[in-house]
């Protein structure tokens, strides 16, 4: 039994990785593999071998998958309808904003596409050191590789599988992100927009980043938090503090308890809609030398910076002093 990895195992751990990581990456597609695979997931499950329909993106699929569920053609023979049904998806994604409401979402499955690559690669590397002995899994790895697919919707008789994107973009942490378009884009003009992994509509998306027509309250009224902290983060915050007209009010300085480098604390206050809001920026002189920036609790009156940062870990001044000088 394999208790431990040695180096030359540990080395394979990162080619392994990068195996998967850039499979999907190439966004290559094969076909063939997709359906083989998707037939052979029916077969271990014991159902019967389902029609496999490709299409060029999740909207795509979830537009078959709605046509071929309505009353109209859930009675008739699939073989018989589905070229039809196939113009008509066409001829809907690019409407996809309009019908988006009246639409059931299906389950895009776990099993069949490009989430599995995680524990995949993760059997793959012990399978390849010859501990993991399972002849459906290297199958199913093999044809899961090869396909590359994007994602599927597994339904009973019919499967719809999705294609790999054309285009993606990232950040420096692998989350999608584009500050000037889409981040994702499949052949079929379906697109998403992404600033640092979290999603936006295409309207505020644009708003803010390629017709930049906004004031800076406008950010602040965003009512979904994470797309406001995404767009602060990508604007800057020192930007959005000058574009409010924020008033410095204090200052504290100490030292890192953890490295030998000094962090500088700075309170700013700012009018919004009749309120006062403050706002503490750290600066940590601790390579990679980072500013980060916290919101005080708005009942908060405090003007002072060390007692608004002991507000902020729900301590008085006094208490935080001893924390830490503990």
């Known amino acids: 039994m394999l208790e431990s990895l040695n180096d030359e195992q540990v080395k394979l751990l990162k080619v392994f990785r990068d195996k998967w990581i850039n499979r999907f990456n190439s966004l290559e597609f094969d076909a063939d ?25 999740p909207m795509a699929c979830e537009i078959g998958a709605n046509i071929i569920n309505s009353k109209e053609v859930r009675n008739q023979v699939w073989n018989q309808v589905w070229e039809q049904v196939y113009n008509q998806v066409s001829n809907q994604v690019g409407e996809q904003v309009r019908n988006e409401s009246d639409m059931i979402y299906y389950h895009l499955y776990t099993y069949g596409n490009s989430t599995d690559y995680g524990w995949v690669s993760f059997y793959d590397f012990f399978s390849n050191l010859g501990i993991l002995k399972h002849e459906q899994f290297n199958k199913y790895r093999d044809m899961l590789f090869k396909s590359n697919m994007f994602l599927s919707i597994q339904l009973d008789g019919i499967c719809f599988v999705c294609k790999p994107p054309i285009f993606i973009e990232r950040d420096v942490h692998g989350k999608l992100h584009c500050e000037e378009k889409s981040a994702i884009v499949f052949a079929d003009g379906y697109e998403q927009h992404y600033l640092h992994g979290i999603y936006f509509e295409k309207e505020i998306f644009n708003k803010f980043m390629v017709e930049k027509d906004y004031k800076p309250e406008d950010i602040l009224k965003i009512r979904n938090t994470e797309q406001k902290a995404a767009l602060i983060d990508t604007i800057g915050y020192d930007k959005l503090l000058d574009s409010l007209h924020a008033r410095k009010i204090d200052t504290y300085k100490t030292n890192s308890k953890y490295a030998d480098a000094p962090l500088e604390y700075a309170l700013y206050d700012f009018d919004f809609e009749g309120r006062t ?50």
Request: proline share 4%.
């Open 277 to 326: 809001y403050r706002l503490v920026q750290v600066q940590d002189h601790t390579p990679p030398y980072k500013k980060y920036y916290h919101l005080v609790d708005i009942n908060s009156n405090t003007r002072d910076c060390l007692g608004a940062i002991a507000s902020m870990w729900g301590e008085t001044k006094e208490t935080f002093i001893n924390v830490m000088e503990s």
């Open 33 to 57: 593999s997709s359906i083989d695979l998707i037939k052979f997931m029916y077969n271990i499950s014991g159902l019967d071998e389902p029609i496999v329909v490709i299409l060029d993106s």
